[in-house]
């Protein structure tokens, strides 16, 4: 039941996990977790009634009641400290997860792993990751009917895998600092579409009016298309 996406969000649950899947809908990820015996019991979280009603239909489904509690609430709001190992956001945007994860700082005990699927901005949750104190064990990119996604994993600990250069940083939290080493094929691709759009935008703003600010903006957008063409070669 479950796609090539989250498929790669629950290979980096740690087998015998107490897992919390934030954002859950249909609780599928929770579901096929403990049908795999990969965790030992999970919580599916979820802030609109409507998902939070799904999800506990295809628990009731399955018939795994007793091992996934379906709570309704925001975020990490449904969870006391400590009382997951492991906890998955997926399939929003990184504004909003790094939003859910600055609002529900309370409610980590520090010690889960993080695993974090934003489909666009992902620069937010490394951003936010970053300053507070969690390592980026891992990323990944997968594409999946024409979507392309990025997975990240984190961990409370030292951070070593950004640059010190702060310029540089700025890039690799940009475009992920392993992801932009290892130039796999979907982020090529992702950041060549990405490129051909700024130079749609860029085309657009060079035929408006002159003014200091617009100019700005447009050395801005030069600089982001020279960057997406470095790093995609
Ligand atoms: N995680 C699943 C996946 O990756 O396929 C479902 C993704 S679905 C697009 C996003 C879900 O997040 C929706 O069901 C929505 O109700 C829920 N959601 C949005 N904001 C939330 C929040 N602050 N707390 C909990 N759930 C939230």
Same mark, same amino acid.
């Given at each position: 039941?479950?796609? /090539?996406?989250?498929?790669?969000?629950v290979?980096?649950?740690?087998?015998? =996990?107490?897992?919390?899947?934030?954002?859950?809908?249909? =609780?599928?990820?929770? #579901?096929? #977790?403990?049908?795999?015996?990969?965790?030992e019991?999970? $919580? =599916?979280?979820?802030?609109?009634?409507?998902?939070?009603?799904?999800?506990?239909? /295809?628990?009731?489904?399955?018939?795994?009641?007793?091992? $996934? +509690?379906?709570?309704?609430? !925001?975020?990490?709001?449904v969870?006391t400290?400590?009382?997951?190992?492991? &906890?998955?956001? =997926?399939?929003?945007?990184?504004?909003? &997860?790094?939003?859910?994860?600055?609002?529900?700082?309370?409610?980590?005990?520090?010690?889960?792993?993080?695993?974090?699927?934003?489909?666009? +901005?992902?620069?937010?949750?490394?951003?936010?990751?970053?300053?507070?104190?969690?390592?980026?064990?891992?990323?990944? $990119?997968?594409?999946?009917?024409?979507? &392309?996604?990025e &997975?990240?994993?984190?961990?409370?600990?030292?951070?070593?895998?950004?640059?010190d250069? !702060?310029?540089?940083?700025?890039?690799?939290?940009?475009?992920?600092? /392993?992801?932009?080493?290892?130039?796999?094929?979907?982020?090529?691709?992702?950041?060549?579409?990405?490129?051909?759009?700024?130079?749609?935008?860029?085309? /657009?703003?060079?035929?408006?009016?002159?003014?200091?600010?617009?100019?700005?903006?447009?050395?801005?957008?030069?600089?982001?298309?020279?960057?997406?063409?470095?790093?995609?070669?």
């Open positions: 039941i479950l796609d /090539q996406r989250l498929k790669k969000v290979s980096y649950i740690p087998q015998g =996990a107490v897992l919390a899947d934030i954002g859950s809908d249909h =609780a599928f990820v929770p #579901c096929y #977790c403990l049908q795999q015996n990969l965790v019991k999970a $919580i =599916a979280g979820e802030v609109n009634v409507g998902p939070m009603e799904a999800a506990q239909a /295809q628990v009731a489904l399955v018939q795994l009641e007793d091992k $996934i +509690d379906v709570r309704l609430g !925001s975020g990490l709001t969870l400290p400590g009382e997951a190992t492991a &906890i998955t956001i =997926a399939g929003m945007g990184g504004t909003l &997860i790094s939003t859910i994860l600055e609002e529900g700082k309370a409610n980590l005990s520090g010690e889960e792993r993080l695993i974090l699927q934003p489909n666009v +901005d992902a620069v937010d949750v490394r951003k936010w990751l970053l300053a507070n104190g969690y390592a980026l064990l891992s990323e990944a $990119i997968v594409k999946e009917n024409e979507k &392309i996604y &997975i990240l994993v984190a961990q409370k600990g030292e951070e070593s895998v950004y640059a250069d !702060s310029e540089q940083r700025e890039w690799e939290l940009y475009f992920g600092p /392993q992801l932009m080493r290892e130039k796999a094929p979907a982020f090529v691709e992702k950041w060549q579409t990405e490129q051909q759009k700024r130079k749609y935008i860029l085309e /657009q703003m060079r035929q408006g009016t002159e003014s200091d600010q617009l100019q700005e903006k447009i050395v801005k957008i030069e600089q982001l298309i020279q960057k997406m063409e470095e790093v995609t070669h």
